[in-house]
């Protein structure tokens, strides 16, 4: 018998069909995949590169109040949460390239069928979570990079199922339930992961605000680092935050990760909704759409960072720098896939209603487009607020009416602030003139 491996005989001799087997690379993608560090399992905004004191070995952090051990090669090094890779896909993957180029319009249309096979879906919400993976092994051509949030109302939504199925096109994906604030910045020593994290809700309801402090650190590529002490003598350690994250909830989360996130509202499946249970293997079976991915990345990375094309303004600036990486990658798949970005885009993102502060604006706007002198008293303003029983400012205080100091309050946010004002008929109030307001409605009543 033949004393050679399994592992080293080639593709051929395994019998595998052509389109699975091994090409070697060529001298042009040798030198594409060595040049270009950015695609890598290894993270280009690593603590190594930061400029700040020499990156010693790893060593536990002694203010997390966490265990930290120093395990095997293949693992992470924390035994703060049980977050190892799942069985048939290592983490990091350590993914090759396709052995030749890629016409990603192709296999994003295959990859859109795959996921309606097992999800039910809109199409363009289909078309979003593709454009985002595609997006995410190029994290590091762009200044902003929004989460991607599975949000169901309740439960049996199909949340863990969709995010299990997407997962697998991911790169370096790992995929957990439960993970803490210390593990989800120290992963990045490994790699730069894809980052699948389900039942976010329950998690961030039992945890500190830590780790939605470091959620939202990794939404712009210049602050996503977090800072911590290490070692016997304390020193300051960055550490990166700058990572894919796709969050699964039931029921929504902190307003500022809503904000930073590009959100698919999941529906229970109908009698006729017919979709197949995914395989266990699905993630085996679809490492040549990664393979694929990450070959058309390496190809296409300076023309995603060579684009201009910009979302369209439809009154959310941070959903527009959500969906800027979608846009860019679109526009280099073809004209096609850039008419169904922006048809997505228009069709899952939700102008945000305002605030309390907000909504006071908006209704002193329109105090003042019936009131005809520009000056009025403080009671008069709060007096025709109240007037208004469609608005909230009658019970505003714990069922009571706002009173003119609350006003004043959330008025000076905005840089406006009563001042001494002398009126023919009631003498000398604090009151406000029409001219204190032109900028603040300008600024935040128009968008």
């Known amino acids: 018998m033949s004393g050679t491996s399994d592992t080293q005989r080639s593709d051929v001799e395994k019998g595998l069909p052509a389109c699975q087997q091994k090409q070697p690379l060529t001298p042009h993608e040798e030198n594409a995949m060595t040049n270009d560090t950015s695609l890598t399992t290894e993270s280009s905004t690593n603590e190594a590169d930061l400029p700040l004191l020499p990156t010693t070995a790893a060593a536990p952090d002694p203010t997390s109040g966490e265990h930290v051990d120093i395990v095997q090669e293949g693992q992470l090094e924390t035994a703060d949460a049980a977050i190892l890779a799942p069985p048939k896909r290592e983490f990091p993957e350590g993914l090759v390239p396709w052995h030749s180029p890629v016409t990603m319009a192709k296999e994003a249309d295959d990859i859109t069928e795959i996921i309606k096979k097992y999800c039910v879906l809109r199409d363009e919400e289909v078309d979003a979570i593709v454009l985002w993976v595609i997006a ?16 169901s109302p309740v439960k049996r939504c199909g949340k863990t199922t969709t995010m299990e199925v997407v997962s697998t096109f991911a790169k370096d994906c790992l995929m957990t339930s439960n993970i803490s604030a210390a593990v989800m910045f120290r992963v990045t020593r490994r790699c ?14 039992s945890a500190d605000s830590d780790l939605i402090n470091i959620l939202n650190s990794g939404h712009t590529k210049s602050s ?28 929504a989360l902190p307003t500022t990760v809503m904000d930073r996130s590009i959100v698919i509202n999941l529906r229970r499946k109908l009698a006729h909704e017919v979709v197949s249970k995914p395989p266990e293997n699905l993630a085996t079976l679809n490492k040549i759409y990664r393979e694929k991915l990450l070959r058309w990345c390496i190809d296409n990375k300076h023309a995603v960072e060579q684009s201009t094309v910009e979302a369209p303004n439809i009154g959310n600036d941070r959903a527009a720098d959500n969906w800027d990486p979608l846009f860019k990658v679109a526009e280099i798949m073809g004209a096609d896939w850039g008419l169904r970005c922006e048809a997505a885009y228009k069709a899952i993102t939700v102008i945000p209603e305002p605030d309390a502060k907000g909504l006071l604006l908006q209704d002193i706007q329109a105090v003042w487009a019936s009131h005809k002198d520009d000056r009025i008293a403080s009671k008069a303003l709060v007096d025709t607020l109240c007037g208004d029983p469609t608005k909230p400012w009658s019970t505003f205080s714990s069922g009571k009416s ?46």
């Open 136 to 151: 995410s092994y190029l994290i590091n051509s762009f200044r902003v990079f929004g989460k991607l949030f599975f949000q």
């Open 224 to 251: 996503a680092y977090v800072m911590r002490c290490t070692g016997d003598d304390h020193t300051p350690k960055a550490y990166s935050t700058w990572m894919p994250v796709a969050l699964g909830s039931i029921g």
């Open 402 to 447: 706002i009173t003119q100091n609350k006003v004043a309050s959330m008025l000076s946010d905005f840089g406006i602030r009563p001042k001494d004002i002398r009126f023919p008929e009631i003498g000398t109030r604090r009151g406000y003139e029409r001219e204190q307001f032109t900028d603040a409605f300008a600024r935040y009543n128009n968008h």
């Open 192 to 205: 730069q992961p894809t980052i699948f994290l389900d039942e976010a809700d329950s998690l961030i309801r």
